[in-house]
C-alpha cells in the first residue's frame, strides 16, 4: 500500500468513526442518569419529605399510620416516594380504603421502603432484563432497573434520576404508588 493510498483510508476511517453515534450518545440519557449523583439533606427522610412540597400526602399518610417517628429513626433505609399526582391517581375508593385501615396502609407505605444498602436499592443499578429484586420492609420483593428507554423504574414506576441523601437513608421519588401483592389468609 502507498503512503498517499494509506492516508486517505486513515481519513475515510476517521471521518466514519467521527460521523457515527457513540453508544453513549445513543443511550446518552441513560448514562446522565447514571452520573447524576445524589442530592445532600440535612435531616432524615421524613424530613426531606416534609420539606418536599410534592410529597405532602406521602407525609399526611405516613403521620396516619404512626410510621414517622419509626422512619425519622431507622437507619440504612431507603424510601420510593410517590408524588401527590401518584397519589392522585390512585381511585379514590382504594385510597379512601387505605387511609381508613391503619394496617392496610401501614402494609403499603412500607413497601415503599426497604432496609437494603443505598447503593443496591438505586434504581439505577439493575437493567431492562435484569432487575435486581429488593426486599421492602412490608417482606415482599421490588424489582429496581431501567426500561427499555433508559428510564429508572421500582417495580412499574418510573424514578427520578437523582436521590437525595439523608442522615438515615436515601428517598427516590416516584410517580406512582407501589401497590404490594395482598394474598388471602388461611382460616
Not at 445513543?26 to 432524615?44: E, K, Q, R, V, W
Not at 419529605?49 to 399518610?61: D, G, H, I, Q, R
Request: aromatic letters at 8%.
Amino acid at each position: 500500500m502507498t503512503l498517499s493510498r494509506f492516508f486517505k483510508s486513515l481519513v475515510a476511517s476517521v471521518a466514519f468513526a467521527g460521523a457515527a453515534p457513540s453508544f453513549a450518545q445513543l443511550n446518552g440519557p441513560f448514562y446522565a442518569c447514571l452520573n447524576t449523583p445524589l442530592a445532600d439533606f440535612d435531616g432524615s427522610v421524613v424530613d426531606a419529605a416534609v420539606a418536599t412540597p410534592e410529597l405532602s400526602t406521602l407525609v399526611t399518610a405516613v403521620t396516619a399510620a404512626g410510621l414517622a417517628d419509626t422512619l425519622a429513626t431507622a437507619e440504612g433505609i431507603t424510601v420510593y416516594a410517590p408524588t401527590d399526582a401518584a397519589f392522585a391517581n390512585v381511585p379514590t375508593p382504594i385510597l379512601d380504603a387505605l387511609l381508613a385501615d391503619t394496617a392496610l396502609l401501614t402494609t403499603v407505605l412500607t413497601y415503599h421502603v426497604t432496609g437494603e444498602p443505598a447503593f443496591r436499592a438505586d434504581p439505577r443499578r439493575g437493567s431492562s432484563a435484569a432487575p435486581l429484586l429488593i426486599s421492602t420492609l412490608a417482606g415482599q420483593s421490588l424489582a429496581v432497573g431501567f426500561n427499555t428507554g433508559g428510564a429508572p423504574m421500582v417495580n412499574q414506576s418510573m424514578a427520578d434520576c437523582q436521590g437525595v441523601s439523608t442522615d438515615n437513608g436515601v428517598v427516590w421519588i416516584i410517580d406512582s404508588v407501589l401497590m404490594p401483592q395482598f394474598l388471602p389468609t388461611a382460616e
